[in-house]
Protein backbone atom coordinates (compact mmCIF):
# COMPACT_ATOMS: atom_id res chain seq x y z
CA UNK A 1 0.00 0.00 0.00
CA UNK A 2 3.04 2.40 0.81
CA UNK A 3 3.40 2.41 -3.58
CA UNK A 4 0.16 3.88 -4.01
CA UNK A 5 1.63 7.40 -4.49
CA UNK A 6 -0.28 8.57 -7.53
CA UNK A 7 -3.93 9.14 -8.49
CA UNK A 8 -5.48 5.60 -7.44
CA UNK A 9 -8.81 4.39 -6.13
CA UNK A 10 -9.08 2.01 -3.33
CA UNK A 11 -11.69 0.35 -1.75
CA UNK A 12 -12.49 -1.01 1.41
CA UNK A 13 -14.80 -3.76 0.89
CA UNK A 14 -16.41 -6.25 3.21
CA UNK A 15 -18.89 -7.40 5.92
CA UNK A 16 -20.03 -4.84 8.52
CA UNK A 17 -17.15 -4.89 11.35
CA UNK A 18 -15.03 -6.62 9.59
CA UNK A 19 -11.80 -4.14 10.07
CA UNK A 20 -12.57 -2.09 7.20
CA UNK A 21 -12.21 2.02 8.13
CA UNK A 22 -9.02 0.07 10.46
CA UNK A 23 -7.26 -0.32 7.50
CA UNK A 24 -7.96 2.50 5.42
CA UNK A 25 -7.28 5.18 8.44
CA UNK A 26 -3.88 2.62 9.22
CA UNK A 27 -3.11 3.72 5.60
CA UNK A 28 -4.05 7.48 5.40
CA UNK A 29 -2.03 7.71 8.77
CA UNK A 30 1.18 6.08 6.54
CA UNK A 31 0.49 8.99 4.11
CA UNK A 32 0.41 11.55 6.59
CA UNK A 33 3.91 10.42 7.73
CA UNK A 34 4.87 10.87 3.53
CA UNK A 35 3.98 14.15 3.75
CA UNK A 36 0.86 13.99 2.32
CA UNK A 37 -1.93 15.94 2.85
CA UNK A 38 -4.92 13.83 3.91
CA UNK A 39 -8.69 15.02 4.08
CA UNK A 40 -11.47 12.78 5.62
CA UNK A 41 -14.86 12.68 6.67
CA UNK A 42 -14.09 11.46 9.99
CA UNK A 43 -11.25 12.48 12.77
CA UNK A 44 -7.63 10.44 12.00
CA UNK A 45 -5.65 12.34 14.47
CA UNK A 46 -2.04 10.60 16.08
CA UNK A 47 1.80 11.58 17.48
CA UNK A 48 4.84 9.74 16.16
CA UNK A 49 8.52 10.78 17.44
CA UNK A 50 7.12 13.51 18.88
CA UNK A 51 5.16 15.37 15.88
CA UNK A 52 1.16 15.55 15.67
CA UNK A 53 -0.50 14.36 12.75
CA UNK A 54 -4.19 14.84 12.19
CA UNK A 55 -6.20 14.56 8.54
CA UNK A 56 -8.42 17.55 7.77
CA UNK A 57 -11.92 17.94 7.56
CA UNK A 58 -13.42 16.53 4.52
CA UNK A 59 -16.02 18.92 2.88
CA UNK A 60 -17.62 17.82 0.12
CA UNK A 61 -19.56 20.35 -0.93
CA UNK A 62 -16.10 21.59 -2.00
CA UNK A 63 -15.58 19.06 -4.62
CA UNK A 64 -18.25 20.47 -7.04
CA UNK A 65 -15.62 23.35 -7.31
CA UNK A 66 -12.71 21.66 -7.77
CA UNK A 67 -12.67 23.44 -11.64
CA UNK A 68 -11.75 26.83 -8.99
CA UNK A 69 -7.93 27.34 -9.04
CA UNK A 70 -8.20 27.88 -5.09
CA UNK A 71 -10.24 24.39 -4.80
CA UNK A 72 -7.65 22.58 -7.25
CA UNK A 73 -4.61 24.11 -5.20
CA UNK A 74 -6.24 22.90 -2.05
CA UNK A 75 -6.96 18.92 -3.22
CA UNK A 76 -3.39 18.41 -5.61
CA UNK A 77 -1.57 15.58 -4.07
CA UNK A 78 -3.13 14.54 -1.97
CA UNK A 79 -5.50 11.48 0.03
CA UNK A 80 -9.30 11.41 0.37
CA UNK A 81 -10.09 9.06 2.82
CA UNK A 82 -14.18 8.66 2.63
CA UNK A 83 -15.54 6.07 5.29
CA UNK A 84 -18.83 4.36 4.52
CA UNK A 85 -18.54 5.72 1.06
CA UNK A 86 -22.02 4.47 -0.25
CA UNK A 87 -23.31 7.43 2.08
CA UNK A 88 -21.63 9.60 0.26
CA UNK A 89 -21.86 8.31 -3.53
CA UNK A 90 -24.62 6.07 -3.25
CA UNK A 91 -25.58 3.90 -6.37
CA UNK A 92 -29.25 4.19 -5.50
CA UNK A 93 -28.75 7.87 -5.51
CA UNK A 94 -27.14 8.64 -9.16
CA UNK A 95 -29.59 10.88 -10.24
CA UNK A 96 -29.17 12.91 -7.38
CA UNK A 97 -27.27 16.40 -7.54
CA UNK A 98 -24.91 16.26 -5.12
CA UNK A 99 -23.93 12.12 -5.99
CA UNK A 100 -23.35 13.59 -9.25
CA UNK A 101 -21.06 16.58 -8.79
CA UNK A 102 -18.89 14.83 -6.51
CA UNK A 103 -18.44 11.95 -8.09
CA UNK A 104 -17.96 14.00 -11.55
CA UNK A 105 -14.66 15.71 -9.34
CA UNK A 106 -13.66 12.17 -8.44
CA UNK A 107 -13.58 11.39 -11.95
CA UNK A 108 -10.51 14.43 -12.57
CA UNK A 109 -8.43 12.97 -9.69
CA UNK A 110 -5.61 12.09 -12.36
CA UNK A 111 -5.88 15.82 -13.41
CA UNK A 112 -5.31 16.41 -9.33
CA UNK A 113 -2.80 13.58 -8.42
CA UNK A 114 -5.19 12.91 -5.98
CA UNK A 115 -6.07 9.42 -4.54
CA UNK A 116 -9.23 8.13 -3.25
CA UNK A 117 -9.39 5.77 -0.06
CA UNK A 118 -12.95 4.61 0.20
CA UNK A 119 -15.00 2.05 2.60
CA UNK A 120 -18.04 0.46 1.50
CA UNK A 121 -19.95 -3.14 2.77
CA UNK A 122 -20.96 -4.17 -1.15
CA UNK A 123 -19.78 -3.09 -4.20
CA UNK A 124 -23.06 -2.70 -5.48
CA UNK A 125 -23.84 0.06 -2.88
CA UNK A 126 -20.94 2.30 -4.34
CA UNK A 127 -21.76 4.93 -7.20
CA UNK A 128 -21.51 3.22 -10.56
CA UNK A 129 -19.30 5.53 -12.42
CA UNK A 130 -16.48 5.26 -9.53
CA UNK A 131 -16.86 1.48 -8.93
CA UNK A 132 -15.61 0.30 -12.64
CA UNK A 133 -12.56 2.62 -11.96
CA UNK A 134 -11.05 0.81 -9.13
CA UNK A 135 -7.30 0.35 -9.05
CA UNK A 136 -7.27 -1.70 -6.04
CA UNK A 137 -9.89 -3.73 -4.12
CA UNK A 138 -9.47 -4.69 -0.69
CA UNK A 139 -11.76 -7.46 1.24
CA UNK A 140 -11.23 -7.35 4.92
CA UNK A 141 -12.28 -9.92 7.23
CA UNK A 142 -12.18 -9.68 11.14
CA UNK A 143 -9.91 -12.68 11.69
CA UNK A 144 -11.33 -12.77 15.61
CA UNK A 145 -14.72 -14.67 13.89
CA UNK A 146 -12.79 -17.51 12.80
CA UNK A 147 -10.01 -17.64 15.57
CA UNK A 148 -12.26 -16.97 18.70
CA UNK A 149 -9.17 -16.60 21.03
CA UNK A 150 -7.91 -13.24 18.93
CA UNK A 151 -9.17 -10.05 20.36
CA UNK A 152 -12.42 -8.32 18.60
CA UNK A 153 -11.46 -6.07 15.55
CA UNK A 154 -7.38 -6.46 16.38
CA UNK A 155 -6.20 -8.86 13.46
CA UNK A 156 -7.76 -8.49 10.00
CA UNK A 157 -7.76 -10.44 7.20
CA UNK A 158 -6.67 -8.40 4.34
CA UNK A 159 -7.11 -9.48 0.52
CA UNK A 160 -5.74 -7.05 -2.08
CA UNK A 161 -6.82 -7.48 -5.59
CA UNK A 162 -4.82 -5.30 -8.31
CA UNK A 163 -7.51 -4.39 -10.30
CA UNK A 164 -5.74 -1.88 -13.16
CA UNK A 165 -2.31 -3.73 -12.22
CA UNK A 166 -0.41 -0.52 -11.13
CA UNK A 167 0.57 -1.31 -7.68
CA UNK A 168 2.29 -5.05 -8.62
CA UNK A 169 2.53 -4.71 -12.72
CA UNK A 170 -0.02 -7.69 -13.04
CA UNK A 171 -3.42 -7.05 -13.78
CA UNK A 172 -5.95 -9.20 -11.87
CA UNK A 173 -8.21 -11.57 -13.76
CA UNK A 174 -11.27 -13.11 -12.17
CA UNK A 175 -9.68 -16.64 -10.66
CA UNK A 176 -6.31 -15.00 -10.98
CA UNK A 177 -3.78 -13.56 -7.90
CA UNK A 178 -5.79 -12.52 -5.26
CA UNK A 179 -2.49 -10.82 -2.50
CA UNK A 180 -3.34 -11.81 1.08
CA UNK A 181 -1.75 -10.07 4.06
CA UNK A 182 -2.92 -9.97 7.70
CA UNK A 183 -2.77 -5.92 9.34
CA UNK A 184 -2.81 -6.00 13.28
CA UNK A 185 -5.18 -3.11 13.70
CA UNK A 186 -4.93 -2.96 17.47
CA UNK A 187 -1.83 -0.47 17.37
CA UNK A 188 -4.00 2.24 15.09
CA UNK A 189 -7.29 2.12 17.76
CA UNK A 190 -6.13 5.17 19.34
CA UNK A 191 -6.22 7.04 16.28
CA UNK A 192 -9.46 7.36 15.75
CA UNK A 193 -12.78 6.43 16.81
CA UNK A 194 -14.93 3.55 15.02
CA UNK A 195 -18.22 4.61 16.12
CA UNK A 196 -17.64 8.06 14.87
CA UNK A 197 -20.58 9.21 12.22
CA UNK A 198 -18.82 9.79 9.39
CA UNK A 199 -20.40 13.33 7.37
CA UNK A 200 -22.66 12.74 4.57
CA UNK A 201 -24.32 15.57 2.14
CA UNK A 202 -26.71 12.86 0.79
CA UNK A 203 -29.02 13.60 3.41
CA UNK A 204 -32.28 14.08 0.97
CA UNK A 205 -33.18 13.49 -2.67
CA UNK A 206 -32.81 16.98 -4.71
CA UNK A 207 -32.00 18.25 -8.03
CA UNK A 208 -29.55 19.67 -10.08
CA UNK A 209 -31.79 23.10 -9.52
CA UNK A 210 -31.81 22.90 -5.75
CA UNK A 211 -27.51 22.59 -5.88
CA UNK A 212 -27.38 25.50 -7.77
CA UNK A 213 -29.63 27.95 -5.91
CA UNK A 214 -28.46 26.51 -2.55
CA UNK A 215 -24.61 26.42 -3.61
CA UNK A 216 -23.61 28.00 -6.47
CA UNK A 217 -26.61 30.86 -7.23
CA UNK A 218 -25.70 32.00 -3.65
CA UNK A 219 -22.05 32.54 -4.91
CA UNK A 220 -22.88 33.76 -7.94
CA UNK A 221 -25.62 36.58 -6.25
CA UNK A 222 -22.32 37.20 -3.66
CA UNK A 223 -20.07 37.99 -6.76
CA UNK A 224 -22.70 40.42 -8.44
CA UNK A 225 -23.69 42.05 -5.58
CA UNK A 226 -19.63 42.94 -4.53
CA UNK A 227 -19.27 43.42 -8.38
CA UNK A 228 -22.28 46.10 -8.65
CA UNK A 229 -21.45 48.05 -5.70
CA UNK A 230 -17.46 47.94 -6.76
CA UNK A 231 -19.06 49.52 -10.18
CA UNK A 232 -20.98 52.36 -8.70
CA UNK A 233 -18.13 53.28 -6.07
CA UNK A 234 -16.34 53.60 -9.20
CA UNK A 235 -18.39 55.25 -11.05
CA UNK A 236 -18.52 58.01 -8.19
CA UNK A 237 -14.56 58.33 -7.86
CA UNK A 238 -14.57 59.43 -11.18
CA UNK A 239 -17.60 61.19 -11.37
CA UNK A 240 -16.04 63.62 -8.22
CA UNK A 241 -12.55 63.63 -10.40
CA UNK A 242 -14.24 64.98 -13.00
CA UNK A 243 -16.26 67.48 -10.77
CA UNK A 244 -12.14 68.61 -9.40
CA UNK A 245 -11.00 69.36 -12.62
CA UNK A 246 -13.71 71.44 -13.64
CA UNK A 247 -13.22 73.65 -10.58
CA UNK A 248 -9.88 74.67 -11.17
CA UNK A 249 -10.35 74.78 -14.96
CA UNK A 250 -8.35 72.12 -16.23
CA UNK A 251 -10.62 71.14 -19.07
CA UNK A 252 -7.76 68.95 -21.28
CA UNK A 253 -6.10 65.92 -18.59
CA UNK A 254 -3.22 63.31 -20.32
CA UNK A 255 -4.52 59.42 -20.14
CA UNK A 256 -1.52 59.20 -17.34
CA UNK A 257 -2.83 61.89 -15.05
CA UNK A 258 -6.57 60.66 -15.27
CA UNK A 259 -5.05 56.91 -14.50
CA UNK A 260 -2.78 57.87 -11.57
CA UNK A 261 -5.57 59.78 -9.93
CA UNK A 262 -8.41 58.04 -10.33
CA UNK A 263 -5.81 54.71 -8.68
CA UNK A 264 -5.35 57.45 -5.41
CA UNK A 265 -8.83 57.69 -4.89
CA UNK A 266 -9.38 53.60 -4.71
CA UNK A 267 -10.57 52.98 -8.07
CA UNK A 268 -10.33 49.62 -8.55
CA UNK A 269 -10.52 48.55 -12.40
CA UNK A 270 -8.47 48.21 -15.65
CA UNK A 271 -7.95 51.10 -17.91
CA UNK A 272 -10.56 49.67 -20.38
CA UNK A 273 -13.62 49.68 -17.64
CA UNK A 274 -12.15 53.45 -16.66
CA UNK A 275 -12.02 54.21 -20.36
CA UNK A 276 -15.75 52.92 -21.01
CA UNK A 277 -16.83 54.68 -17.59
CA UNK A 278 -15.28 58.21 -19.25
CA UNK A 279 -16.52 57.97 -22.42
CA UNK A 280 -20.68 57.44 -20.90
CA UNK A 281 -19.98 60.48 -19.31
CA UNK A 282 -19.04 62.30 -22.29
CA UNK A 283 -15.69 62.32 -21.99
CA UNK A 284 -13.71 62.09 -25.47
CA UNK A 285 -10.32 61.12 -26.17
CA UNK A 286 -7.66 62.70 -28.63
CA UNK A 287 -5.27 61.47 -30.46
CA UNK A 288 -2.74 62.80 -28.02
CA UNK A 289 -4.17 60.66 -25.18
CA UNK A 290 -6.01 63.63 -23.78
CA UNK A 291 -8.94 63.63 -22.23
CA UNK A 292 -11.59 66.11 -22.91
CA UNK A 293 -13.91 66.81 -20.56
CA UNK A 294 -16.10 69.36 -21.94
CA UNK A 295 -18.63 67.76 -23.02
CA UNK A 296 -19.08 66.08 -20.26
CA UNK A 297 -20.04 68.62 -17.88
CA UNK A 298 -23.70 68.38 -18.55
CA UNK A 299 -23.99 64.76 -18.36
CA UNK A 300 -22.43 65.17 -14.60
Not at 5 to 34: C, F
Not at 219 to 235: A, G, I, P, T, V
Amino acid sequence: MTKIRDSYLVIYHGPIRGGKTASMTADGAIEMLNGRRVFSNYRIAFTYNGKEYAAEPLKPEELMYVDRPEVKKKYTDCVICIDEGALLMAARDFQTATNKLIAQSMLLRGKLELSVFVTVQFLSMFEKNMRIQEDTLVFCHDLSFKFRNLERGSVISQAFQDISGRSTGETYEYSGMVYRQTFRAKPFWYIYDTKEMPVSVVKKKVGMKDVRDGLEYSDFEKDQEYLLSQHEENDSIVTNLIDEFDSMGQVIIPNNLMKSMVMKRGFNGDSSELAEMLMTKGVTLNSQYQWNIKNSLVLV
